[in-house]
């Protein structure tokens, strides 16, 4: 570029990029190092910090309430990720079409998407609420003693997932719909001249084509749900009796409460772990299926 | 979908006995479809709507007719008494410009360094430069979670706790923003800023007439999903402050309801204030959020 030699040019690019790097090396580049080097310590920010080697992750291993955690998230998961794959994939199949209102319909969907997680959680604990609760009246309607939900070990974590589906059913459903709407028109219209029904376009068409975007949209539900937290905080705090405890939740409670920094970011890096494994598991399907392909 | 192709090759002219018998069959099998199709979304729809009005019934009720054993939907005697209390029980009205505030300022820092440092990315050559950018790929595979304790612990160094700057400053740079933004800002054709280069234009130039306004659609949706990650921010905000003046709505809302766990007509209020404004910009700029959760879902 004309005149674009030597220092100016470096002062160029460095104009660029300084304002952007600064803040990544400060802000996240520097405390992901920190975050390391962090859980070989023991801190509790009152006291000097006093190197521990590998206790952290010594204690991270017997640490019965972590595992707790850990069970409970993987248990979230296991309700929350087939639940909401289903429902969406269904909506997006139903959205999928130019009926008249849909618009407005679709709107509907996406308002607990944008709404804060704290306000959502607020909303269903009170919808959940054993004595006052609207769905406590629906289910007596019908005849069913409803149980005390966030309050009852056994269905609070239920109560935590059905929330977390009905927050992000919208999102989802917008994944599996930019799937679908990539599937080209002219194989249901071929298959529609053969006198394949709607039915059995869905199983022989529709699935196999959306077969990458249920892999993906999996993955990152997956990912998303090890990072669950504010419906935990907010609706039961990790109880009744630590039955909901997960493990960010984990984090925040070694960080806050007991004081903990070294601990707390050791259990931060099984986050980590957790979501490079399931990346890792994903690069390796993706590439053996690209070989029998 | 297949629906919509039956009306089309239906008036082919298709030489097979019954043809009529057959096309009257399937578009009788249209119907059906497009009934059942609205049954479930109109279902659908009133699950994601019922929370709501609930949430606006609750909050317009006067204390003493929250707690009733047969729900009423529409208040007997709605009153806005509770808006008004939930101001003097914390302060939500100034934690609702700090939302205003923080948002705003990390949304806008957050475009700008972005922007920048993707144009430096995509349209300038220099060492270093994809080594940089795959260090920044390599940053989203790590949950922020696992940087928030030591964050936490240069806020506290930095005597940041129970400031702006503490809650704005570490949302103003961001690796998928960057990214994001790269990628349109490849897409830009080389030959507009050749030509302005020749006319004696420098790299601010090109960028804020030439890159800037042709990665407009990127930019848009890059404030979108901004907006509605900083405004519905919880972790961090509930790390970072302690004072109820310097928190944001979520965090507001939460200390609510450590302190008035019954009062629900006031957490209802509160929680109308809090979706209020992100439900009123999303209705303003639907496609634009749609879009926006496209692509920070297939990054």
Do not use: C
């Amino acid at each position: 570029m004309v005149g674009d030699t030597g220092w100016r040019r470096t002062g160029w690019i460095a104009l660029f990029i300084l304002p952007s790097l600064a803040g990544m090396l400060l802000f996240v580049i520097g405390p992901i190092a920190a975050s390391a080097a962090l859980s070989l310590y023991h801190w509790d920010l009152l006291t000097d910090r006093e190197f521990a080697g590998l206790d952290n992750f010594r204690r991270l291993f017997g640490d019965e309430d972590v595992w707790a955690a850990l069970r409970h998230t993987l248990a979230f998961i296991g309700g929350y990720v087939p639940s909401v794959m289903v429902l969406a994939l269904l909506l997006a199949l139903t959205l999928n079409s130019k009926l008249k209102g849909i618009a407005l319909l679709r709107t509907a969907f996406f308002l607990p998407v944008v709404s804060s997680w704290v306000a959502v959680a607020l909303l269903w604990k009170w919808l959940f609420n054993p004595r006052y609760g609207l769905i406590n009246y629906g289910l007596e309607q019908i005849g069913i003693d409803g149980p005390a939900w966030l309050f009852d070990k056994g269905w609070a974590m239920p109560a935590i997932i059905v929330t977390s589906v009905w927050k992000d059913l919208g999102f989802v459903a917008v994944l599996f719909l930019a799937g679908l709407q990539a599937i080209p028109h002219d194989v249901y219209e071929a298959s529609s001249l053969d006198g394949a029904g709607p039915f059995q376009q869905l199983r022989s068409i529709t699935v196999p084509l959306l077969r990458p975007t249920i892999f993906f949209v999996s993955i990152i539900s997956i990912i998303n749900s090890f990072q669950v937290f504010p419906q935990v905080w907010v609706m039961t705090e990790g109880g009744p009796a630590g039955a909901t405890t997960v493990i960010v939740e984990r984090v925040v409670k070694h960080a806050f409460s007991y004081g903990e920094m070294g601990y707390a970011a050791t259990i931060s890096w099984v986050l980590f772990v957790l979501v490079l494994t399931v990346t890792v598991f994903q690069l390796w399907l993706q590439r053996r299926e690209a070989f029998d392909a | 979908m297949p629906s919509a192709s039956t009306p089309a090759h239906a008036s082919l002219p298709v030489a097979r006995p019954h043809a009529s018998a057959v096309a009257a069959r399937r578009r009788w099998g249209v119907h059906a479809i497009a009934a059942v199709r609205y049954a479930v979304l109109v279902a659908g729809g009133l699950v994601m709507i019922l929370p709501f009005l609930w949430m606006l019934s609750t909050a317009l009720k006067a204390p003493g007719s929250v707690l009733t054993t047969t729900p009423q939907i529409i208040p007997r005697d709605p009153t806005l008494e509770s808006f008004r209390v939930v101001f003097d029980v914390v302060p939500l009205g100034r934690m609702f410009l700090n939302s205003v505030l923080v948002t705003s300022a990390t949304v806008l820092a957050q475009i700008l360094t972005s922007s920048l440092a993707a144009y430096a990315f995509a349209r300038m050559r220099w060492r270093g430069r994809d080594v940089l950018f795959t260090v920044y790929l390599a940053t989203l595979m790590i949950p922020s979670q696992v940087t928030i304790t030591p964050l936490f612990i240069l806020m506290r160094q930095l005597g940041w706790i129970d400031t702006y700057q503490g809650l704005i400053l570490p949302g103003t740079v961001s690796a998928f923003g960057t990214f994001l933004l790269r990628q349109a800002m490849l897409n830009v054709p080389r030959e507009y800023e050749e030509a302005a280069f020749l006319d004696g234009a420098n790299h601010w130039t090109v960028y804020r007439t030439i890159v800037l306004p042709m990665v407009h659609p990127a930019l848009a949706v890059l404030a979108v999903l901004a907006t509605m990650a900083s405004w519905n921010d919880f972790l961090w905000p509930l790390f970072v402050t302690n004072d109820a003046d310097l928190m944001t709505l979520p965090v507001g809302l939460s200390l609510l309801q450590g302190e008035h766990t019954t009062d629900w007509n006031l957490m209802m209020s509160g929680a109308v204030i809090s979706v209020g404004p992100i439900i009123l910009i999303f209705l303003l700029a639907q496609r634009t959020f749609v879009n926006g959760m496209l692509q920070s879902g297939l990054k």
